[in-house]
């Protein structure tokens, strides 16, 4: 492996971790399919009458989910009757209706821009989830994999920018 794309803060402190989208955050989403059959939360309390999608970080499942109201930090353990480690495939359930998701921004920017999913509690902020580019050594930050790394950071601006739960966006 030469790089890699990964969310968060490296827990290996011997990689070298370039920030793509150090301000990506995660969002509440779900299908129109799933609001009209179960309706919208309009508080955040509302989702534990909801099937939350849950992913697995690491051996523990994610369920407790964290977001700022503007005042304090607030929260909230959630549950569903689903749950997987592949982020995709979360991702997948939500867009077919099996319930809401806590996903990263830019997993799930381009459903909800084309309307496969709806951004929920859009006024809350969510936790953030950096996007980085990490190597072993400063050594392979070629040419080719600095364009890359810029490419992405401008892209995923782009993306951010869009984004109705993020400060500055142009929603």
């Not at 827990?11 to 301000?23: R, T």
């Not at 799933?34 to 369920?63: K, T």
Request: aromatic letters at 6%; hydrophobic letters at 40%; one cysteine or more.
């Amino acid at each position: 492996m030469d790089i890699a794309l990964r969310y968060g803060e490296p827990e290996d402190s011997s990689l070298v971790a370039l920030p793509i989208a150090p301000q990506n955050r995660r969002v509440l989403c779900a299908s129109p399919g799933y609001l009209a059959r179960y309706g919208e939360p309009r508080q955040l309390e509302q989702l534990a009458q909801h099937n939350c999608l849950l992913f697995m970080l690491g051996s523990r499942v994610h369920d407790h989910w964290s977001f700022h109201d503007g005042r304090r930090e607030v929260g909230l353990t959630v549950s569903g009757d689903r749950f997987s480690d592949d982020a995709d495939v979360v991702r997948l359930w939500a867009v077919a209706g099996a319930g809401i998701a806590y996903k990263s921004w830019l997993d799930v920017a381009a459903d909800v821009l084309a309307g496969r999913l709806k951004v929920l509690l859009p006024e809350l902020l969510c936790e953030r989830a950096p996007l980085n580019l990490l190597c072993a050594h400063r050594a392979q930050l070629s040419k080719p994999v600095n364009l890359l790394r810029e490419m992405l950071a401008s892209r995923c601006a782009q993306l951010s920018r869009q984004c109705p739960a993020l400060p500055g966006s142009d929603q």
